[in-house]
């Protein structure tokens, strides 16, 4: 298998997780997202996935993009570790809690969003990072609501799930843009907690080839 993704692109993250987390081997093919105006865009890569973003799946002769639609697809083929439960109710609930973080919030806090906001309409550093604390605070407040409800040591009981391959990758973003997450405990329980997992430190950003050097130490 080629996972073609961004070392910092929350859906090729959470692709990551999902790989590590299944034991899966496979190459990575780094695609740079603003080097040269962004190589997502270049024709050869939007052969693989024409609306230019990452991450894309190849696996033989077959080719998928979108996260969630590659993440269900390993679940599917490798389910001996199971990301989404067979019970129809924890399913929807695992299903509600990745959403909250993978439609609701990452697109609009996303590189190409943030850079219309700052290229296209003239928006200030300050306007910009403001509009990023709103809509994190915005969907981590309903979050936390949520764990209450569901959580153990992962966001539904003590099994890791696409819940919580999807929270990660958005606390890692609310943590790069300096967003006070005190207000939020049980979101950081469920995130130390995660990070402690092998799965979870392997797939971090920085510890991809291609991560800036600076993001590496």
């Given at each position: 298998?080629?996972?073609?993704?961004?070392?910092?692109?929350?859906?090729?993250?959470?692709?990551?997780?999902?790989?590590?987390?299944?034991?899966?081997a496979f190459d990575y093919v780094p695609v740079?997202?603003?080097?040269?105006?962004?190589?997502?865009?270049?024709?050869?890569?939007k052969k693989l996935n024409p609306i230019g973003l990452v991450p894309t799946l190849v696996d033989g002769d077959f080719t998928i993009n979108q996260s969630l639609a590659i993440i269900e697809y390993l679940d599917t083929l490798h389910p001996d570790v199971r990301l989404i439960p067979t019970d129809p109710q924890q399913a929807a609930i695992v299903r509600m809690l990745a959403l909250d973080m993978a439609a609701e919030l990452q697109p609009i806090t996303n590189l190409r969003v943030l850079q219309?906001?700052?290229?296209?309409?003239?928006?200030?550093?300050?306007?910009?990072?403001?509009?990023?604390?709103?809509w994190v605070n915005t969907t981590f407040s309903a979050f936390e609501q949520r764990l209450h409800q569901h959580a153990g040591s992962c966001c539904v009981g003590d099994t890791v799930s696409l819940?919580?391959?999807?929270?990660?990758?958005?606390?890692?973003?609310?943590?790069?843009f300096k967003v006070d997450?005190?207000?939020y405990p049980k979101i950081?329980?469920?995130?130390?907690?995660?990070e402690s997992l092998a799965a979870f430190q392997r797939a971090r950003p920085e510890a991809q080839p291609d991560a800036e050097p600076d993001a590496k130490g």
């Open positions: 298998m080629k996972l073609y993704g961004y070392w910092r692109s929350s859906a090729s993250y959470r692709t990551r997780i999902a790989l590590h987390l299944k034991e899966l740079h997202l603003v080097r040269g105006g962004g190589e997502q865009k270049q024709a050869d890569y219309y906001l700052t290229g296209t309409l003239k928006v200030t550093d300050e306007t910009r990072l403001a509009w990023i604390h709103h819940a919580d391959i999807c929270l990660v990758p958005q606390v890692y973003n609310a943590k790069r997450l005190s207000p950081m329980a469920v995130y130390k907690h995660l």
